[in-house]
C-alpha cells in the first residue's frame, strides 16, 4: 500500500529498451546506448558489465524498464547528505558487528522483483550474510562487486531526476523484493524530509515520528536527521542516533 503523501508528480526517465535498434538516454554531457539485446535481467547484468557503458552514471533494471540517470550530484543535497547517513552508519554497524554496509558503488540485484541497480547504501546484517536470502558475487576481475538477494535496509537519496524512481518505484519494487526497511531522505526543497519504511503484509508503512526521531527495527535504534549551515550559508547535515 502506498502512502499518498510519498506520491509526486510524475517525472524522470523510464524508457523500455527497444526490442530492435538502440536507444540514447541524454544527461549533462553523457550519452548512453541500450542495444536490442538487453531485453530482460539477465542480458541487462551481462550489459552493464561490458565496457559500453561508463562508470559514470546511475543505471538500473527495473521490472522490464531501463531507468539511466547520466547527470550529475548535487555536492550537498546528495553526495555530503549520502555522506553524513552512511558515516554514522558504517560506524554503527561496525562497532556493534552487525554485518555489512555499502555505499552506492555496490550493484544490488533481486530477480524476484526484476530489480538491478545501485542503492545509495544497503545494509546486510550478520544474519543475512550467513544464510541465503543474499549472495555476494565476484565481478569478472577480481573481488566482489554486487549482491544478488535481499539486503535487510536500502537508502535512497532523492535527487530532482530520481523523484518517480525512489518515492514512486522503488517503494514498490523494493517492498516486492522483500527488503525490510527503505529509508527515504529528501534535501531538494526548504523542508528536510526523512523517512523510514517498514515493509507489511501489503506494502510499506512509514515509521511515526515523535520529536523528530524514528526506531529502525534493522539496528534496533533511533535516528533523527537534522540540517544547520555552516558560516558559508551551506547545508550542514547530522544523524543522531540513539
Known amino acids: ?33 541500450v542495444p536490442a539485446s538487453v531485453t530482460d535481467l ?30 550529475k550530484e548535487q555536492l550537498f543535497t546528495h553526495v555530503d547528505l549520502k555522506g553524513a547517513i552512511f558515516a554514522v552508519l558504517y560506524f554503527l554497524v561496525k562497532q556493534n558487528r552487525l554485518g555489512r554496509i555499502f555505499t552506492d558503488g555496490a550493484r544490488l540485484t533481486n530477480p524476484t522483483a526484476d530489480l538491478s541497480g545501485k542503492p545509495d547504501a544497503m545494509f546486510l546484517s550478520e544474519e543475512t550474510l550467513d544464510s541465503d536470502r543474499a549472495l555476494l558475487m565476484e565481478g569478472a576481475e577480481a573481488g566482489y562487486v554486487e549482491v544478488v538477494g535481499i ?14 524512481k525512489d518515492l514512486v518505484v522503488l517503494l514498490d519494487d523494493y517492498w516486492l523484493a522483500g527488503i ?58 547530522t544523524l543522531e542516533v540513539r
Not at 542480458?43 to 547527470?71: H, Y
Not at 539486503?151 to 518517480?164: A, F, G, I, N, R
Not at 523517512?195 to 533511533?222: A, C, E, L, N, Q
Open 1 to 33: 500500500m502506498r502512502d499518498p503523501e510519498v506520491l509526486p508528480a510524475d517525472v524522470g526517465v523510464l524508457a523500455r529498451p527497444p526490442r530492435t535498434g538502440g536507444a540514447t538516454f541524454i544527461g549533462d554531457d553523457a550519452q548512453l546506448r
Open 42 to 71: 539477465e542480458s541487462f547484468c551481462e550489459w552493464v558489465e561490458t565496457d559500453d557503458v561508463p562508470e559514470k552514471g546511475n543505471i538500473w533494471w527495473l521490472r522490464g524498464e531501463v531507468w539511466a540517470d547520466m547527470s
Open 151 to 164: 539486503p535487510d535496509m536500502v537508502l535512497e537519496v532523492v535527487s530532482t531526476s530520481s523523484v518517480k
Open 180 to 237: 525490510a526497511e527503505y529509508w527515504v531522505v529528501d534535501a531538494r526543497g526548504d523542508q528536510l524530509r526523512f523517512d523510514i519504511f517498514r515493509r507489511g503484509p501489503k506494502g510499506y508503512r512509514r515509521t511515526p515520528k515523535k520529536h523528530g526521531w524514528m526506531k529502525s527495527v534493522v539496528f534496533g535504534k533511533s535516528f533523527r536527521l537534522s540540517v544547520a549551515t555552516d558560516k558559508a550559508g551551506r547545508p550542514d547535515f
